[in-house]
């Protein structure tokens, strides 16, 4: 089991902070209800730049001070009720989505250029964040999954760009402080 050092706990704060503080740009407002928000780019960049372990623990630390009340989430939200509540299920699948993003930025690492960090951001929270969000909202919603998965479609324009800020900024930390590549050289070392 790998050791959580001093370095792997702030990098998991900054992150939980970052998610939270990406809640102050204002969501823009949908027929749906349902906002378009910049706080699922959290989960993106948590994973693509700290990997799959760090980028899961951040986002899920986030989710727990949520949990536990204290008001991070777009609107000023937090407690229990977000859990329970339609857009839950999107909630649920950052950590998942994190992890998985993670994983294959680390895979690909050291041939890790812009259009495959877009692929690996963009796809996987399309797969993750919709699959699980869509089939949350559609139980919640008693909609079919596709009826679910019709009304999710105008968050595709955002998502994308969502993935393209999280894209750059992964090749750059690449280039300027390879935080995932640090750890595999500890790693080794150990």
Do not use: C, H
């Not at 949908?30 to 693509?48: D, R």
């Amino acid at each position: 089991m790998p050791r959580v050092t001093t370095r792997d706990i702030v990098y998991l704060a900054l992150f939980a902070a970052l998610t939270a503080a990406l809640a102050v740009v204002p969501p823009i407002p949908l027929a749906t209800g349902v906002p378009i928000t910049a706080q699922s780019l959290g989960p993106m960049l948590a994973g693509a730049v700290l990997g799959a372990r760090r980028g899961g623990l951040a986002t899920l630390l986030f989710l727990a001070l949520v949990a536990a009340g204290l008001p991070l989430l777009v609107g000023g939200r937090g407690g229990l009720v977000p859990f329970a509540g339609p857009t839950a299920g999107f909630l649920f699948s950052w950590p998942v989505a994190a992890f998985v993003i993670g994983a294959l930025t680390e895979q690909f690492w050291r041939r890790l250029t812009f259009p495959l960090a877009l692929a690996i951001t963009f796809l996987s929270s399309v797969v993750l964040m919709y699959g699980l969000g869509n089939a949350w909202l559609s139980a919640y919603a008693d909609l079919s999954y596709r009826q679910a998965t019709l009304a999710a479609l105008p968050f595709l324009p955002g998502d994308l760009l969502k993935a393209v800020v999280a894209a750059l900024v992964a090749v750059t930390v690449k280039r300027s402080y390879p935080i995932i590549q640090a750890r595999a050289a500890q790693t080794l070392g150990a």
